[in-house]
């Protein structure tokens, strides 16, 4: 699960991230991440100044899947580039392609069942391996004589243990504090007379409060307006907040929620492919919705925005609920993409543990022998993937968990932001010297949303995309490129930034530079990448 969000001060009490992601009060030209530094001013990837050296080109059509939360397929500026199976026939409830999955016409859902229910909460994987060990462990003490086997997953367990403690200590103050805070603000509204909605900053600059909790709630309030923000972009924040730590505590975090039932599958049987339905929005699409925006959004069509690729269709695979993924449907989105037809997946998902790496390993070699390009998301933790790892990874691992090779076709991706100097790196991205290959932009990222609606969010899962709609530029423009020339080109074709970047280490801050932190030690150029592109097509007839 890679959520976007904000810190907010809660109550007075402390800052508690939500997901490890603050806004940003940089204003950004309109789709600033396709911008070009020395003809704009703004850190984007050139994506316009490399479709000036592609005039005249021809282009091949390039299928992309998206394995996500879920994609509004009929959005406005989405719907003219959704990929189609060619042979499926829309809702005969019948299988026309042979291929296990009934009436796949946009894609598929791995996380509903064949009578259209699915599924929209799950734990976190911590959440589903604790209550896995519990019966096992619960009353094994540290002095209690093991098998080696045993004893590596007691360690684990109490680490697991520990993690989630914290994390339920954390979700239950913020549902506490940000339900208090709604509250308040809820009975100022009342007070006025006035619907929340229709509260403006004079309100609050004018009200005066009666209570100690009214006062703090207005100082939150005043905090948290600016020029640029309304009244009502607050209170649409903070019911986020409400709603995500309600989630946590209800769902994420709750040993005793389990909705694979839903599903309807053999969990156990990490080999069972053909479950689930066809319907790729499911109950929340907004998460899918804005990554596929970024990726390829209809270019110059006078509406929205211009996502990166232009001859491009979005296959939505549902994978990820308002949760964690789950390894098996990881496994088998990915090898789903690849049957129906993917050159690129972009998987903006990730988590902390894992259940059954195996099977995305041998999903993830599957691809790869395939010729299919692998991108994923970082995280928005802020620590070095180096120490701290994020599934699913580019590492092959064998059952000790010790690295056995790594994917040749696989790019993670960290994120940047619009600023200069120490304000490039994104404050939440994830890093790492050998595990994070490149940046590109994830700050303030304007995309499509369901409903024919547009938003900026925030995270690795926008530089991701930023990422796969450049490789789709490099497979569709020259599709002789192997998915492994396709990441290499990215990565020699990188920005080198001579400024050093801001992480956070050991609860403080260091300087480094984006060599120090990732494999290319740059950011992502479009217009290099193609000038790189050409060059290497040259060389090699």
Known sequence: MMRTWKQIALLGICFLPLCGIAQSNETNPPNWYNLDYEADGVRGISTEKAYELL????????????????????????????WTNPKEVASNGEDDDNNGYIDDL???????????????????????????????????????????????????????????????????????NYGRLKEEID???????KDVKDITKVDIDTFKPKTDRQKLAIRMTKRELSDTKSFEDFYKELEEGVDYYQAQVDYHLNKSFDSRHIVGDN??????????????????????????????????????????????KIMGVRIVPDGDERDKDVANGIRYAVDNGAKVINMSFGKGYVYNKKTVDEAIKYAEQKDVLLVHAAGNDAKDNDLIKNYPMKYYTDSLDAVTGEASNWITVGAT???????????????????????????????????????????????????????????SYYPELTAKEVKDIILKSVTKVDEKVKIRVDGSTKKVYLDEISVSGGIVNAKTAIEEADRYVQEKK
């Open 187 to 193: 009975a100022i509204a009342q007070s006025l007379s």
């Open 267 to 312: 969990y156990e049987n990490a080999d069972e492919r053909f479950y689930g339905n066809a319907d790729i929005k499911g109950p929340d699409a907004d998460h899918g919705t804005h990554v596929a925006g970024i990726i390829g959004a209809k270019r110059h069509n006078g509406i929205g925005i211009d996502g990166i690729a232009d001859n491009v």
């Open 417 to 475: 932001s619009s600023g200069l100097d120490g304000d490039l790196l994104a404050e939440f991205s994830n890093y790492g010297y050998r595990s994070v290959d490149v940046f590109a932009p994830g700050v303030k990222i304007n995309s499509t949303m369901p409903e024919s609606a547009y938003k900026e969010q925030n995270g690795t899962s926008m530089a991701a995309p930023v990422v796969s709609g450049l490789a789709t530029i490099l497979r």
């Open 55 to 82: 005039t005249g080109k021809k282009s091949t059509p390039v299928v992309v899947g998206v394995l996500d939360g879920g994609i509004d397929y009929n959005h406005e500026d989405l719907k003219d580039v959704i």
């Open 106 to 176: 946009h894609g598929w859902n791995f996380i509903g069942n064949a009578d259209g229910e699915n599924v929209q909460y799950d734990n976190l994987e911590v959440t589903r391996l604790i209550r896995l060990y519990e019966p096992k462990y619960i009353s094994v003490l540290p002095s209690t004589p093991l098998r080696e086997e045993e004893r590596r997953e007691f360690v684990a367990y109490q680490r697991m243990i520990s993690d989630y403690t914290t994390k339920l200590d954390q979700a239950n103050f913020g549902n506490l």
